[in-house]
């Protein structure tokens, strides 16, 4: 159950990261982001550092979609503080959910990545 807590965040920021590519039509980042979430439950350190890279590359695509929307705003004279608000939040959740799968890549790579044995 402590695992499962651990991996919300980064099952969060995968999924709002599928939805986004969704929303955008992108289905093959789509399909990225569910293979993604689906090793978020692989117990091996390469697994999770491999989630944790897709985490970090995930929060330069809120930053790009954010300057994007802000500068269609812009032109458009619409005020974008709300936008940047928002999307940096969720850029920083993204970042905060890679951050902490940091102590399961460790916890895994000091156990050499062998799941721990059942029952």
């Known amino acids: 159950m402590a695992t499962l807590g651990r991996l919300l965040p980064a099952a969060l920021a ?3 990261l599928g939805a986004h590519f969704f929303r955008a039509r992108q289905l093959a980042a789509v399909a ?3 293979a993604l979430l689906a090793l978020l439950f692989v117990a091996r350190a390469w697994a ?6 897709a985490l970090a590359l995930g929060v330069l ?3 790009r979609t ?4 802000a500068a269609a ?7 974008s503080v709300r ?6 939040g969720v850029a920083a959740f993204t970042a905060l959910a890679a951050w902490l799968l940091e102590a399961r890549i460790r916890r895994l790579a000091a ?3 062998t799941p721990p044995p059942a029952g």
Do not use: N
């Open 61 to 63: 695509v809120w930053l």
């Open 73 to 79: 705003r812009r032109a458009l004279g619409a005020p």
């Open 48 to 53: 999770a550092r491999t989630v944790q890279v």
């Open 66 to 69: 954010a300057w994007l929307f």
């Open 14 to 16: 995968t999924l709002l």
């Open 83 to 88: 936008l940047w608000v928002i999307l940096g």
């Open 111 to 113: 156990r050499g990545s």
């Open 32 to 34: 990225l982001c569910l």
